[in-house]
């Protein structure tokens, strides 16, 4: 049968969706209405290094770099962790060598791996996340948000939240940022800010911007941030922290750099999010009946924390009252043990939410607020291999050890000619009904 690309009525048998780091593929049903909803983006930069070179020399609403740098005697750098696929390894270098240009030597720049909540890198992780160079030569950090005495209090916030930020980054003349914008579950978009909070922030800020006060917000979810709350409220963060620059990049499908945004953190992460909505949001024509979705591969698909992701992604694009499967391979298992503990005993979305509408917040129990909050209006299905069906509490109920088997229970009583939206790439697709 030929490829199919695009949305439009077809009939297929055999699609390959992201999945752990080689892909899997998905045997679905004839007599059904497809769309196939890809990732679009913008055409990657055909010099990415003179784009990098450029976007740190002519910065968004600031000094260039070098120039800001100069007179300082040191810089911490925030990067992503191995849950991102951002190109550190690519974005560093010209960076470091402007920071090294000014005056700052190698022994005084530290780069921290803004874990928020997650475990800390690997030594092998580490090699991955920066290069092998990089690794060998510089001060690389593993942020631990558990540890309150390694963090500096800075005050609290308009609405109360009290600001713990890693002391090792505090303690830098220079504040830099590195990373990349994607949509986000919470935050609508990645990238700026969040690599201060919740990144480097102690879990005592972390627990706070992560409760239900935000996560019930409606406008706190994937691609809004003119009225996210959160947005908001991370962005005064950063401001406390004083964050004196940062440089993210859009990234396409095959992970090459589209966009580059230097400069002021408000100003450059602004134009770095119009972008990406200018030139990925992907246009559908209704809303679907069932949505069949991934959690994108290797590395966003390591846990059933992060697998979540495909499923509040994937509650865009579907009816209420309609279905989606998520697959993911969830190689290392759950996620922390505190999001092992609560999803075991998970009994159902409204008790979920009933019972920690009003208590102390735990470590990573936002992650199934959100998908309680999804699941209220949408009947959720699970191939995720790496977990097993008692470690999911009640959503065993519509957990499948076999792929077939839950595509078949997915698309069970759906009528002919309904709709079913294929999204292989999962929480990296901004799709939209318009």
Known sequence: MPAVNGIGKFTMRKVRFEFGKS????????????????SRSAKPIEDPIAALEHALDHPIGC??????????????????????PAPNSTTLPPLLRRLHEAGIPVESISILIATGLHRAATDAEIQTIVGAEIASTYCILNHDAKQLSDHRWLGSTRNGTPVYIDERFMNADLHITLGFIEQHLMLGFSGGRKLIAPGVAAQETIKVIHSPKFMREPMATEGSTTDNPLHSELLEIASMARHDFMLDVTLTQSRSISGVFAGNAVEAHAAGVQFLKDTSLEPLPAL???????????????TFYQTIKGITAASHIVKPGGRILVVGECSEGVGSPEFARKLEAYAGHQHYLDEIRNAAVEVDQWQLEKLALVGLETKLYFYTP?????????????????????????????????????????????????
């Not at 593929?25 to 769309?35: A, K, R, T």
């Not at 679907?288 to 390591?302: E, H, K, Q, R």
């Not at 959503?395 to 939206?421: H, I, K, W």
């Open 63 to 84: 000094l260039p770099l070098r120039e800001l740098a100069a007179g300082k005697k040191s810089a911490a750098i925030s990067i992503c962790d191995i849950t991102r």
């Open 288 to 302: 679907a009946d069932l949505v069949i979705t991934s959690a994108a591969g290797y590395p966003l698909d390591l």
């Open 386 to 434: 790496g977990v097993t069906k008692p470690q999911i509490g009640s959503l065993g109920e519509n957990y499948y050890a076999d792929l077939d088997a839950a595509v078949a229970a997915a698309v069970d009583g759906l009528q002919p000619g309904s709709r079913v939206a294929l999204v292989p790439e999962g929480p990296y697709v901004y799709a939209r009904v318009q």
């Open 23 to 38: 892909g899997i593929q998905l045997n679905v049903p004839e007599g059904l209405e497809y769309m196939m909803v890809e």
